[in-house]
């Protein structure tokens, strides 16, 4: 095999590796998409087993009441006991978009009531788009923050 047709094997190996890196890249992501609009459909139905099941056991999640961290299922679970005694907060994913490090941004449309179904804005969280930013490991969200660019 010549020199020249060897770099041009060569290249076309590269490219087909390019392109199925770029592949399973695609599809990591509408993995990671599907997760989290599947937790969005769980959180809104309070669902917090349903939603508990997509978290590692030591996720780290940000507070947006109280603007601090929770941490672990339990930590998440007891977060949002107390948060939905309290305000009927009600999310809707308007984009996903690719973060550094695998991470997902998603803007989303908060909605905040009390439990009478009125606005409340009075527990730390109000009505405004906001971006939720979701780590990964193993396929489940090992991270959650809150960007606010207010």
């Not at 041009?8 to 390019?18: E, N, R």
């Not at 007891?78 to 009600?90: F, L």
């Not at 695998?102 to 969280?125: A, N, R, W």
């Amino acid at each position: 095999m010549t020199v020249f047709k060897r770099a041009m094997l060569t290249g076309v190996v590269l490219a087909m590796s390019v392109s199925c890196i770029a592949q399973a890249g695609e599809k990591e992501m509408a993995n990671k998409i599907e997760v989290l609009e599947n937790m969005y459909d769980r959180f809104n139905a309070r669902d917090i087993d349903g939603v508990l099941e997509m978290l590692t056991d030591d996720v780290i999640w940000a507070n947006g009441m109280d603007n601090d961290y929770v941490h672990g299922r339990d930590g998440v679970r007891q977060y949002w006991t107390y948060q939905w005694s309290v305000v009927s907060p009600h999310v809707k994913p308007v984009s996903f978009h690719q973060g550094p490090n695998g991470s997902i941004t998603v803007e989303v449309q908060q909605v905040i009531h009390d439990l009478e179904g009125k606005s409340d804005q009075t527990h730390g969280l109000e009505d405004k788009t906001v971006g939720h930013i979701f780590s990964f490991k193993d396929g489940k969200v090992s991270r959650f923050d809150i960007r606010d660019d207010r």
